[in-house]
């Protein structure tokens, strides 16, 4: 097992006699990133509603599902969670930018040379033929780390809308926390909420309205301070709309 | 020495942790562990009965006898090791920040039982042996992966073994896997479909068709399955096996559990990311030896001489395959351990002192895991972390130990 547990998120959801019945749609999303950003643990958070206990290196490509329910549609979530060791990129994870209908870029906060990596990743997923039409979204994550904060809210939300994308910072480890505190609104998932605006987007290309995701607490959801919340709506969806 | 063989024979076959897997079928056991002595002790070492026994069922049975066997496997002389690595190995390394992510998050590589405070030392001990290797062949690069097999080794022989090892194995088997791309990896990868094209078409066609690719055995094939598996008693099996084995016998054995799971596989909806994620959970009681098994016949009726044949397979060339028989060759002439220790005493003898750094201690250094940390056995538990540890520790484990084991054994490991 490539990852710690990461057997239990498919437990129930993959078994022939819970299988959605064949006109489930299937939205298949990339996440990628620098090795040790979290993104092994973001995919977990959201597949298996936790946080890993022990993660390790992703080799090749480790993929998570989870079954959504959207304005009365079951739709699957594929999380395609990639190795972020350059070698592997180059010749490995090409396969499975194939079809892909989103991509998650995810760089650490506290990290600030894998910021500086994202753009050789977007040209990456450019090289692979995925361009802007694909919806395309960043987080910045291990913002419980608020002592050690490289790089800041202001700075990637410039990027992002350099990138005409939206920017999200969570954590994949307290999801509900937020450093400075404005946000703290209730036991909102923020990395549910993450993808399922990702969800949303590619169900519809209508403005987003976040829908309460299955299981979830009455409350609205309220996206992270990163969330690009002046861009261009045209160029970067999903943000002026919640 | 002496008290070392003694202790080392207390620690014996009876108390090693994969005992019980291959303990049942009594009387075959008795009589491997008589040839694998024998085969030990012939002059030159009578290694072709060392990889038979490596291959055939249970292996190599203890790690005591791994500590002794291993070595061989790879032409290495116990008593001329590399030094442990220095503080400098850390400096300006291309791959230190890579290699200390992946290891300090291989927590589940270690034993269970292992306290923290111990673990921690064996991931420096690892982080270093890896740099040690990669500095000492700046041709081969780090990949996400090696660090599990490292580990492995280091688990068994421990730190100054376990370079020398992980040294052999990155210039011969694992060789294509470390060139700057994963090109040659890929290559490797393209052996497993025309395998199981070969044994069942029906199987094959349909992977075709799902368009699943080899990813999926791609963690087995470079890890030599230590990522993918929760029992290490398993791994180490693996490891005898691979060891005695050509370098594609990790595809072999690939080949070997999806044709095992071929009805699952079938049943599957034929979609790649459905069967990716069925193939690339490995199961875990799978039927090890009778795999084992099957994979040398598969080797046998399609070795890959013949696989190479088709265009797919021509446009490369792989070192690890084309260096494979020089390296066999290599491992004919070796001397038993007892005359090894009498010549490589003698050479150092002549240059300095410190020379002789090569100790059997070495040997018996890690023992047997679930003993280090066992209750009876504390003396021999603080010389062997505190070796690992600082200068100011391994004073400190001397003046616990010396009785134990006799200060020329000590001073050997500085
Ligand atoms: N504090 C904190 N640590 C995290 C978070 N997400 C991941 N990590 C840690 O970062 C390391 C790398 O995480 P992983 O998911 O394996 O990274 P990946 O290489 O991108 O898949 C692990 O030690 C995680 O425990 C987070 O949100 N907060
Ligand atoms: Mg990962």
Redesign the pocket.
């Known amino acids: 097992m490539a990852e710690s547990g990461s057997s239990v998120e498919f437990s129930g959801s993959l078994t022939s006699s819970t299988l959605p019945p064949p006109r489930t749609r299937i939205f298949k999303i990339i996440v990628i ?10 995919t ?1 958070r959201f597949c298996a509603g936790k ?1 890993p206990e022990k ?4 080799i090749g490509v480790d993929f998570r599902e989870r079954l959504v329910e959207i304005d009365g549609e079951k739709i699957k979530i594929q999380l395609w ?1 990639t190795a ?1 060791q350059e070698r592997f990129r180059k010749s490995m994870v090409q396969h499975y930018y194939r079809n892909v209908h989103a991509v998650v870029f ?1 760089y650490d906060v506290t990290n600030a040379a894998s910021f500086r990596s994202l753009p050789a990743w977007i040209e990456e997923c450019k090289q692979h033929a995925l361009g802007t039409e694909v919806p395309r979204i960043l987080v910045g ?5 608020q002592d050690s904060i490289q790089v800041g809210t202001d700075v990637a939300q410039q990027f992002a809308d350099a990138h005409s994308m939206p920017v999200f910072e ?5 999801p509900s926390s937020h450093g400075d505190g404005s946000y703290g609104s209730g036991n909102s998932d923020h990395v549910e909420a993450i993808f399922m605006t990702v969800a949303h987007k590619l169900k519809s290309q209508k403005p987003l309205v976040l829908s309460q995701p299955s299981g979830g607490s009455g409350g609205t959801i309220s996206l992270s301070s990163g969330m690009n919340d002046g861009g261009d709506g045209a160029r970067s969806w999903g943000c002026s709309s919640c | 020495m002496k008290r070392l063989k003694r202790k080392k024979q207390n620690a014996g076959v009876g108390v090693n942790g994969n005992g019980p897997v291959t303990r049942e079928p009594d009387c075959g056991r008795k009589q491997k562990l008589a040839e694998i002595h024998q085969a030990l002790i012939s002059d030159p070492v009578d290694i072709e009965t060392l990889r038979r026994a490596a291959a055939s069922r249970g292996g190599l049975l203890t790690d005591e006898l791994r500590r002794k066997v291993w070595p061989k496997l790879l032409n290495i002389n116990v008593y001329d090791l590399p030094h442990k690595p220095g503080r400098d190995v850390r400096e300006n390394h291309k791959d230190y920040n890579q290699v200390l ?1 992946d290891v ?2 291989s927590m589940k590589r270690f034993p269970k039982g292992m306290p923290a405070t111990e673990r921690a030392v064996l991931q420096e001990q690892l982080i270093d042996i890896i740099l040690e290797v990669l500095k000492r062949n700046p041709q081969l690069h780090y990949y996400q992966g090696y660090h599990d097999v490292a580990v492995t080794l280091l688990l068994v022989v421990g730190e100054r073994m376990a370079i020398a090892l992980l040294d052999t194995l990155s210039n011969y088997h694992l060789r294509d896997f470390m060139d700057p791309t994963m090109d040659s990896t890929k290559h490797i990868l393209n052996y497993l479909m025309p395998i199981l094209e070969q044994v069942d078409t029906e199987l094959h066609d349909f992977m075709m068709r799902s368009e699943v690719g080899t990813i999926f055995a791609l963690s087995w094939l470079i890890t030599w399955y230590g990522h993918v598996l929760s029992e290490f008693k398993h791994t180490l099996r693996l490891y005898d096996f691979f060891l005695a084995s050509h370098p594609l016998m990790p595809i072999y054995l690939a080949a070997t559990i999806v044709l095992h799971r071929e009805k699952e596989v079938k049943q599957t909806e034929c979609d790649m990311a459905m069967v990716h994620h069925l193939l690339s959970r490995i199961p875990q009681d799978l039927p090890y030896e009778l795999l084992i098994a099957q994979s040398q016949d598969l080797f046998n009726q399609y070795p890959p001489s013949l696989l190479a044949k088709r265009a797919a397979l021509q446009s490369r060339k792989s070192l690890s395959i084309s260096t494979f028989q020089a390296f066999q060759l290599s491992t004919l002439h070796q001397r038993p351990d007892s005359v090894l220790q009498r010549l490589t005493k003698a050479q150092g003898s002549t240059t300095s002192r410190h020379a002789s750094r090569h100790s059997g201690l070495e040997a018996a250094l890690p023992r047997d895991r679930g003993q280090l940390w066992g209750k009876g056995n504390r003396i021999v538990k603080m010389a062997v972390w505190g070796l690992s540890a600082t200068l100011g520790a391994a004073v400190f484990a001397v003046a616990q130990t010396a009785m134990d084991w006799g200060p020329e054994v000590l001073l050997q490991l500085f």
């Not at chain 1, 990133?33 to 973001?42: A, I």
């Not at chain 1, 969570?170 to 307290?174: G, I």
């Open positions: 990133g620098d090795s040790g950003v979290g993104k092994t643990c973001l977990y946080f993660t390790e290196a992703t969670d972020g995810v994550n291990k913002c419980d780390l969570t954590s994949a480890k307290n | 992510l300090r998050r």
